[in-house]
């Protein structure tokens, strides 16, 4: 099992460019996530999906969509990238909406 | 208002020198505190997963807590290799979830 898949590992975007985060798992999850994670901010929840068919917003959604294509697959997508979104991004995963996530390796994004 | 605060930041010890790091959070209705282990450059790789304040896990030379008010995450005789950082979360709502900003451990052989 490779368990939770994100592509691309780096990316480098100007300012007002767009681009989209893809993220997949093969665990058989119903839930899955996208957060950021800034210097001394910790992780923070952008949007997530409870099932199949479902997205909500997190605690810092602005600036971003999602997309839950399938039960594998949730992408994040940036429509205009700011400087302010320069990140790393993560993608995890949970087999219900209550108990532990699984991760992915990470996105750094860059917005010059 | 932080939910979820970590300490210390940062701790460095010798090889074989036990502690134990802090999480306290100030959320009420909890549905679960996880403790993660995150390596430079890599995603979080969880540890342990607590539901109720007296619920204690153990995995290895560490060991988790959980109170009302916060958790620890004990460290028996740490190895060079146990050096991360370490985060702690927890979850309230089906959709709340915050995490700490973590303790950087650092174990000297």
């Known amino acids: 099992n490779a368990g939770v898949t994100q592509t691309p590992k780096f990316q480098v975007l100007k300012t007002g460019q767009s681009m989209t985060l893809q993220c997949a798992q093969d665990?058989?999850?119903?839930?899955m996530y996208w957060y950021r994670q800034d210097p001394g901010m910790g992780l923070r929840l952008i949007y997530y999906?409870?099932?199949?068919?479902?997205?909500d917003k997190g605690e810092v959604p602005n600036g971003y969509n999602v997309s839950r294509l399938n039960k594998r697959e949730f992408s994040l997508r940036l429509e205009s990238a700011a400087p302010s979104q320069t990140s790393v991004y993560f993608c995890?995963?949970?087999?219900?909406?209550?108990?532990?996530?699984?991760f992915g390796p990470g996105t750094r994004l860059t917005v010059t | 208002e932080d939910q979820v605060t970590q300490s210390p930041e940062a701790l460095r010890l010798q090889e074989g020198e036990s502690s134990s790091l802090n999480c306290s959070y100030t959320?009420?209705?909890?549905?679960?505190l996880f403790w993660y282990r995150q390596d430079p450059g890599k995603g979080p790789e969880f540890l342990f997963t607590?539901?109720?304040a007296g619920e204690e896990k153990e995995k290895e030379r560490l060991k988790a807590t959980l109170t009302k008010k916060e958790s620890f995450l004990h460290i028996t005789a740490p190895k060079p290799e146990d050096s991360a950082t370490y985060l702690c979360?927890?979850?309230?709502?089906?959709?709340?979830?915050?995490f700490g900003s973590g303790t950087k451990l650092n174990v000297k052989p």
């Open positions: 995890a995963s949970s087999e219900d909406r209550v108990g532990e996530q699984y």
């Open positions: 665990m058989n999850h119903n839930s």
């Open positions: 999906s409870a099932s199949e068919g479902t997205t």
């Open positions: 959320v009420s209705g909890l549905r679960g």
């Open positions: 607590l539901y109720s």
């Open positions: 979360a927890v979850q309230y709502n089906f959709n709340k979830f915050y």
